[in-house]
């Protein structure tokens, strides 16, 4: 932030409530001529950093109206109580949330996926390793469902099975692959594709 904004949006805070600026230094526990050097004389030349952070805590404004680091903007992304298949299918019973995870709206809109796209699923098996391990939770993009030539991986329903495979078209069929087992085939019509896996969640 150009110092001389920095100044005028403090003095607009000082106007605004009428705070004196002997008050302000004594507040942020400097002698009572400091906040006059500051906003008079250009010393220092920006606020520093704990002082920023305690006037904008007295003002009740964001510390980034002082020219502070803007908060990033969090968004609630779902943990469904289904886990995906890297083994053998896994009859989906249900779909209901059972937790949340925080994310940075700017984080999800870097991976290319809306907010309301977004799913975090566990998932089950082998079949996918070492690409995807059993235990893990991956970041699904419900509004991706139509596979291109990358063989990424999508969360695809096969009747009542849920997995998580890659994906070929071949003519009108889909091959089904897995990192670790045999592939599978199925015509287009018997498998829905849910979303594609944008991010491994994985602890260490």
């Given at each position: 932030?150009?110092?001389?904004?920095?100044?005028?949006?403090?003095?607009?805070?000082?106007?605004?409530?009428?705070?004196?600026?002997?008050?302000?230094?004594?507040?942020?526990?400097?002698?009572?001529?400091?906040m006059q050097q500051y906003l008079r004389r250009g010393t220092p030349r920006l606020l520093p950093e704990r002082e920023r952070?305690?006037?904008?805590?007295?003002?009740?404004?964001?510390?980034?109206?002082?020219?502070?680091?803007?908060?990033?903007?969090?968004?609630?992304?779902?943990?469904?109580?289904?886990?995906?298949?890297?083994?053998?299918?896994?009859?989906?019973?249900?779909?209901?949330?059972?937790?949340?995870?925080?994310?940075?709206?700017?984080?999800l809109a870097r991976l290319g996926i809306r907010a309301s796209d977004a799913a975090i699923l566990d998932v089950r098996g082998e079949s996918m390793q070492p690409t995807l391990i059993d235990g893990d939770r991956i970041l699904v993009d419900r509004g991706q469902r139509v596979p291109g030539r990358k063989t990424a991986i999508w969360v695809l329903r096969c009747e009542d099975e849920l997995l998580v495979k890659r994906l070929v078209r071949d003519g009108d069929q889909?091959?089904?692959l897995s990192d670790n087992a045999p592939e599978r085939r199925m015509p287009l019509a018997q498998v829905a594709v849910l979303g594609r896996v944008v991010e491994l969640v994985r602890r260490l």
């Open positions: 932030m150009d110092p001389i904004d920095q100044r005028a949006v403090l003095d607009g805070l000082i106007a605004r409530d009428g705070v004196s600026l002997s008050t302000l230094s004594r507040m942020v526990g400097r002698n009572a001529a400091w952070g305690l006037i904008a805590g007295f003002f009740g404004v964001d510390e980034a109206v002082l020219g502070g680091a803007t908060l990033p903007t969090i968004v609630r992304v779902p943990r469904l109580a289904v886990s995906v298949s890297a083994g053998p299918g896994r009859l989906v019973t249900s779909e209901a949330t059972v937790a949340s995870a925080g994310y940075a709206a700017e984080d889909w091959r089904i």
